[in-house]
């Protein structure tokens, strides 16, 4: 069965530190991954994704993740954390017949100034 | 590109009524169009799949006839609550696909149900 893992809901992150959330996934066929940003009562917005090739891919706002199949992880790292990355982040995987995404249950980030 | 609007972006109703949010592609043709919903502080559940032109296809546990889904054209899904009550209360967000691997999501939709 599809599903996405987010082990950590909450982390709380100094600003200028770095960070790495945590994204596992059980999926039966090649995964698209993608890591996802939604600050309160918005949708979502794509920081990057994966689909083939080279397993660190780099995203939007300073956000890179990489792809470990071994471990069919996907974790996304910043080297520093700025206050307006607080917010909640989504990985999720897709693919398959007609591309249905599945979503981890979130981590949310908080910044200390 | 690749932009995805929905409307009304907040709705509140009275327990009973029914309620419609549109989901529109606005730069691209859409053969697959998703709604999700999304309860407070929690992930995004996907409720259907629907293709434009053939009946929309319903997870697990998501009732059918209660959550109306109609793909009318390439670029238009619509998801009208039939029956709402203070439980169907949530965030609604669409997405839609062009034929790739990407969805592409619409800002999201409010629903309150007094």
């Known amino acids: 069965a599809q599903s996405v893992t987010q082990p950590d809901i909450h982390i709380t992150v100094s600003e200028g530190a770095s960070l790495e959330l945590r994204c596992n996934y059980s999926?039966?066929?090649?995964?698209?991954l993608f890591w996802y940003v939604q600050s309160p009562g918005q949708g979502l917005q794509l920081l990057l994704k994966?689909?083939?090739?080279?397993?660190l891919v780099q995203g939007i706002k300073g956000f890179e993740a990489e792809f470990k199949r071994s471990q069919s992880s996907f974790n996304l790292r910043k080297p520093s954390v700025h206050w307006s990355d607080a917010a909640e982040y989504f990985c999720?995987?897709?693919?398959?017949?007609?591309?249905?995404?599945?979503f981890g249950s979130g981590t949310k980030l908080n910044v200390k100034p | 590109g690749a932009v995805v609007s929905q409307h009304p972006s907040r709705v509140i109703c009275k327990s009973g009524t029914s309620v419609k949010i549109e989901c529109r592609s606005l730069?691209?043709?859409?053969?697959?169009m998703f709604w999700y919903r999304q309860f407070p502080k929690q992930s995004l559940m996907l409720m259907a799949t629907?293709?434009?032109?053939?009946?929309?296809?319903?997870e697990q546990g998501v009732e059918k006839d209660k959550f109306l889904i109609n793909h009318a054209s390439l670029t238009l899904s619509t998801l009208t609550v039939t029956s709402a009550h203070p439980e169907d209360s949530s965030f609604y967000i669409c997405?839609?696909?062009?034929?790739?691997?990407?969805?592409?999501f619409g800002p999201g939709t409010r629903l309150t149900v007094l």
């Open positions: 997405s839609a696909n062009a034929g790739g691997n990407e969805q592409f």
């Open positions: 999720a995987v897709g693919g398959g017949n007609f591309n249905k995404f599945y």
């Open positions: 629907s293709n434009e032109g053939s009946k929309a296809t319903y």
């Open positions: 730069d691209f043709q859409a053969t697959t």
């Open positions: 999926y039966g066929a090649t995964p698209y």
């Open positions: 994966y689909f083939s090739g080279d397993t």
